[in-house]
Structure formats: C-alpha cells, structure tokens
C-alpha cells in the first residue's frame, strides 16, 4: 500500500486537491471491483485541521496537520492561484517539511503552479544539505 498526501494550504487550488484525491479513491475502487486490493492510503495534510479557501468559500477538512504527518510515498503539491510568487511566500512554512519528507525518501508532484512552491522547498533541501 502507497500512502500518498495532497497537500492543502493558503492559495491553493481546490480543485486540485479534491480531484488528486478523488483519482486515488477511484484507483482504489476500481481494484477492488476487480477482485484486488486497494493500492492508495491517500490523506490531506495541511496546516490546520480545516484550511480555508478564497476567502473562506472552499473549506477543505485535512487529515492530519504537518506537525502530525509522517512522511508519505507521495506528496502532491496543489497548483497555486494567484500570484506565483506571493502564493509560494505565504506556504513557505510547509516548504521544510517537504524537504524532510524528500530526503527521508518521499517522492514529491506538483500540479501546474505548484511547481513554484516545490522549486522553493528543493532550494530548502540543497541549503540543509550544505
């Protein structure tokens, strides 16, 4: 079994995150209608057990807290809105722990913008490593 975490933060899209779980859970039903068993343990990780999205018009429940998680196989970096830059600046916090989750041995994905947010967290990993 594969424990994959989505990421849920400031700014974050919701989409991304609800349709990154929601393709894991149909992976899973899909082997178990075929007689196998699930593959995925997929949880949401975030800052706060519920993170407000757009101004509170998105709530997504997280299942764990970074300060709780344990490292998955997989993190999912959520695409970004709004400025790049600022959206990036106002995650940075989750940046360490996705350094750590690397160098204990995760994979990390990020989806469209995210991908600021995961340059951010690998120039995290190369300054812990000097």
């Known amino acids: 079994m594969k424990t994959i975490s989505v990421l849920a933060f400031k700014n974050a899209a919701p989409g991304s995150i609800t349709d990154s779980v929601y393709f894991f859970e149909k992976a899973n039903e899909y082997l178990i209608k075929n007689g196998k068993p699930s593959m995925f343990n997929v949880n949401v990780v975030g800052f706060t057990d519920e993170v407000k999205i757009n101004g509170g018009r998105y709530v997504i429940k997280t299942d764990r807290t970074f300060d709780k998680a344990t490292y998955p196989d ?48 690998s120039r995290v990993y190369s300054k812990s490593e000097n």
């Open 74 to 121: 997989l993190i999912i970096i959520p695409s970004l809105t709004g400025h790049a830059s600022s959206a990036t600046y106002i995650n940075k916090d989750c940046t360490s722990w996705i350094s750590e989750a690397y160098k204990s041995g995760s994979e990390v994905a990020s989806l469209c913008t995210g991908a600021f947010l995961l340059a951010f967290s």
